[in-house]
C-alpha cells in the first residue's frame, strides 16, 4: 500500500471507531501499520498442504 492508502486507511478506520488520531502520532501509528501488514503478508503467503488441519492441543 502507498502512503496515501495508508492515510487514508487510519483517517477511515480511526472515523469507524471514533477513535481520534492526533497528528503527532501518524508517524507511528503508519509504522505500526506497515509492520503488521508486512507480517501478516508473510503469513498469507507461507504455503499450507490442503490436509493441514489445526492442532487439536496447544501447549508453550
Known amino acids: ?3 496515501d492508502h495508508l492515510d487514508k486507511y ?5 472515523t ?3 477513535l481520534p ?4 502520532w501518524r508517524p507511528a501509528v503508519r509504522a505500526n501499520l ?3 501488514l508486512r507480517l501478516a ?3 498469507d503467503e507461507f504455503p ?3 490436509e ?6 496447544y501447549s508453550a
Open 34 to 36: 506497515e509492520v503488521s
Open 10 to 14: 487510519i483517517d477511515a478506520v480511526a
Open 16 to 18: 469507524a471507531l471514533a
Open 48 to 50: 499450507l498442504p490442503d
Open 1 to 3: 500500500m502507498a502512503d
Open 41 to 43: 503478508r508473510l503469513v
Open 21 to 24: 488520531v492526533e497528528d503527532a
Open 52 to 57: 493441514t488441519e489445526p492442532a487439536s492441543i
